[in-house]
Structure formats: structure tokens, C-alpha cells
């Protein structure tokens, strides 16, 4: 059974930080992308950060440039997201997912955890 599983959502402080886990299982995890993907309440899902699938390229949304990195460990099938200099405008609910468009094709998602930016 494929799963994403996230967690480290929490509620902090602007200027906080916060690190985002994502453990995936049931797939061939070293060959898809991975990615993470946000929705605040009313708006549509945006990509935030996405990291090839032997970490040598990375992008990420002009909104949290300079502030996130994401990264991967293909040995532990797990893939992060160093969240700092946090600001409301980053409270959301955060996905994890993991895709390839072909060979084998897959587009796979997580739950979601919770980030909530607030004083």
C-alpha cells in the first residue's frame, strides 16, 4: 500500500521556523520527484518546493525563496522541508507528494500537516 505520511506542522510564532517530515512506503521511492504543496483556507493548492529525485535539482515558489529548503534522503525514503522566517502568509495546510510521469507513472499524496503561523 502506497503511504505519505507528514508531520512537524505546529502552530508558531512569526520569524519561527519549523521542519516538515515526509516518510513515504509501498513505492520505488528514489525514482519520483518529490514534492510539497500548500492550501490556505479559500485559496487553491500551490506548489511550494520540488526536488528531483537524486536531489540534484530543487525549485521553489518566488514566495518562499530564501526562506525553505527542501531535500531528500533516498536511503530512509524521506523527504523534508526546513521551514524559516515563517510568516502568516505561510499558514497552511502542507502536502506531501510524490510523482513521476511515466515509467512506472504515479502521483501519490500525503494526509497533509497543519502549519499555522500566528502570535
Known amino acids: 500500500q502506497v503511504q505519505l505520511v507528514e508531520s512537524g506542522g505546529d502552530v508558531v510564532q512569526p520569524g519561527g521556523s519549523l521542519r516538515l517530515s515526509c516518510v513515504a512506503s509501498g513505492f520505488i521511492f528514489n525514482i519520483y520527484a518529490m514534492k510539497w504543496y500548500r492550501q490556505a483556507p479559500g485559496k487553491e493548492r500551490e506548489l511550494v518546493a520540488a526536488?528531483?529525485?537524486?536531489?540534484?535539482?530543487?525549485r521553489y515558489a518566488d514566495s518562499v525563496k530564501g526562506r525553505f529548503t527542501i531535500s531528500r534522503d533516498n536511503a530512509k525514503n524521506t523527504v523534508a522541508l526546513q521551514m524559516n522566517s515563517l510568516k502568516p502568509e505561510d499558514t497552511a495546510v502542507y502536502y506531501c507528494?510524490?510523482?513521476?510521469?511515466?515509467?512506472?507513472?504515479?502521483?501519490?499524496w500525503g494526509q497533509g500537516t497543519q502549519v499555522t503561523v500566528s502570535s
Open positions: 526536488i528531483g529525485s537524486s536531489a540534484i535539482s530543487t
Open positions: 507528494n510524490a510523482y513521476r510521469i511515466s515509467g512506472p507513472s504515479g502521483d501519490f
